[in-house]
């Protein structure tokens, strides 16, 4: 039975084609046993030229698409606030998960990838579905946005950080930790950077260099050069099944829960090659 994955995303920049390209060439070429049995997108065409370039390609990959513009929905709604005051999905929210779920019914999927998608997930979208996110950290390692990641790296002068697959809940950010990879952010070119921050505060260097800073520069550069391999890798862990989501659960091969599956070495592997051919 074919492995099916379901890709959800907003298609809204270059990276979003690039995960989708990454993952669809790991299919055809037989690295991942899956395919990709749909893919939606929150915008629809016209709305954007980086979205429109994200639905032409899915079209040449001839997977079925589902759109369903999020933003017109909005303006539908009357341009709400997208949380309530307690800081939860209020009830027009959680209405446009209802007519995706609605677009979605003749579609199936074993697991289901958020790569790029700009949405938070409803109570009832995260209990219909297996989601999988990327989040930019090690397990136990910060939250929010991957700038935010960075910040508080460099404030705490972590000595590592890493890449995590979470499965997708209510809690933003919050689920068990599917697979993951870590590496360190001391040693080698990395201790000259921090030897150059060593008496600065990080809001001084917030405010002297911002996202310029070197140091800033290269954890980010180290980040970004496991994404893709750590989404690849695993996906093909779970078409294998050597780990699956299951009520919520992560469970390994013997169906007995997983505190994240460590794929440290296989992507470190991966990266070397890369780094090899340039």
């Not at 070429?29 to 049995?37: C, D, H, R, T």
């Not at 998960?97 to 790569?115: F, G, I, N, W």
């Not at 949405?119 to 979208?125: G, K």
Request: a negative charge.
């Amino acid at each position: 039975m074919t492995y099916k994955v379901g890709w959800f995303s907003s298609g809204r920049d270059e990276a979003a084609r690039d995960l989708l390209g990454a993952v669809w060439c790991a299919i055809e070429n037989g690295e991942v046993p899956a395919q990709i049995s749909f893919v939606f997108c929150s915008r629809e065409r016209g709305e954007d030229h980086e979205s429109d370039l994200f639905i032409e390609q899915v079209e040449e990959y001839g997977v079925p698409l589902i759109t369903h513009s999020f933003q017109r929905f909005r303006e539908r709604m009357g341009d709400r606030p997208l949380l309530d005051q307690d800081g939860f999905l209020p009830a027009w929210r959680a209405k446009y998960d209802t007519e995706v779920m609605e677009r979605l019914e003749k579609h199936s999927a074993s697991l289901c990838v958020l790569a790029g998608y700009m949405l938070i997930m409803s109570d009832e979208m995260c209990e219909r579905y297996p989601f999988l996110n990327l989040h930019p950290s090690a397990p136990g390692g910060p939250v929010g946005a991957w700038q935010e990641v960075i910040w508080r790296l460099i404030d705490t002068r972590a000595r590592y950080t890493g890449v995590i697959m979470h499965a997708v809940t209510p809690e933003l950010d919050r689920g068990p930790v599917a697979t993951y990879c870590t590496f360190p952010i001391v040693g080698g070119e990395f201790d000259p950077l921090w030897t150059g921050i060593q008496d600065s505060k990080t809001d001084e260097l917030k405010a002297q260099s911002g996202e310029r800073l070197p140091l800033f520069k290269l954890i980010r550069q180290h980040g970004v050069d496991r994404e893709l391999p750590l989404i690849v890798t695993t996906l093909r862990a779970f078409a294998e099944g050597r780990v699956k989501i299951k009520g919520g659960a992560v469970l390994d091969t013997a169906g007995k829960p997983l505190q994240g599956y460590d794929l440290t070495a296989e992507i470190e592997a991966l990266v070397g090659m890369s780094r090899s051919l340039k």
